[in-house]
């Protein structure tokens, strides 16, 4: 594992820096869903520092094994609202918001604990049907809604290309996701961020990272095909 992980670090930093980035810039969420608590433990103590998983039950079960580790949890599956009281209680960064109906309940369980619920909204850039997410279009008026609870904050954008052979053909959708983060913070809403971009899998993290990636979500490269 830690051989595994050293290496994917290298890339990942190697990637940032062939484009005059920061290599410290494009951090590695660690994809666990299916992946046994053991294993992400292994991964844990093997260096990974963001775990994201995909599905509420699946997280509730590793995260009270494994809630006294230090690593930070992301959910970057879809979320349902009536779920909303489990992901605000586990997760430090939900990167998958895409309907103020679910902003609204996330922010309604963060209000009860107290919490300020770090946030990304998910946009549907190549609106594919079987993709969740906001369109393109109706990004900037979501994001303007959730800047008004309180109990959230949006911290940039997130999405999923295309699944595609040749990750230079995901470029096009990860470019346009860079652009609008960019317009969206020319607008300077009060109380955004707009310093995250969380695109990028094992196929395409690089392309990603060349176009502006902070976040690569990346699973079989660190744990192999998923079953
Ligand atoms: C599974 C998944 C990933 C990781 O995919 P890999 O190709 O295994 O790296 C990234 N993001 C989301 C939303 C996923 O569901």
């Known amino acids: 594992m830690k051989e595994i992980l050293e290496k994917l670090q290298r890339r990942i930093a190697e990637a940032a820096r062939a484009c005059g980035r920061d290599p410290r810039s ?6 666990t869903k299916t992946v046994a608590a053991k294993r992400v433990a292994e991964a844990i103590d093997a260096g990974v520092t963001i775990v994201g998983e995909n599905y509420i039950q699946e997280a509730r079960d590793k995260f009270n094994t494994l809630y006294d580790r230090k690593v930070s949890w992301h959910f970057i599956g879809h979320l349902q609202s009536n779920k909303a009281k489990y992901a605000v209680r586990m997760f430090d960064l939900i990167h998958s918001v895409d309907s103020l109906k679910l902003a609204e309940a996330l922010n309604k369980e963060a209000q009860k604990l107290a919490k300020v619920q770090q946030v990304l909204i998910q946009v549907n850039i190549s609106q594919e049907e079987t993709k969740s997410g906001t369109t393109e279009d109706e990004a900037v008026d979501l994001v303007t809604a959730v800047s008004r609870l309180d109990h ?9 290309p295309p699944f595609f052979d040749q990750p230079e053909r995901a470029r096009p959708f990860f470019r346009r996701l860079a652009g609008l983060r960019d317009r969206i913070a020319r607008q300077a809403i009060p109380g955004i961020r707009m310093q995250e ?7 395409d993290f690089e392309v990603a990272i060349a176009e502006g990636a902070t976040l690569v979500r990346i699973g079989t490269a660190l ?3 998923r079953q």
């Open 26 to 31: 494009s951090q590695l969420v660690a994809v």
């Open 197 to 203: 971009l969380s695109m990028g899998m094992t196929g």
């Open 223 to 225: 744990f192999g095909a």
């Open 152 to 160: 959230l904050q949006v911290m940039g954008l997130m999405t999923m």
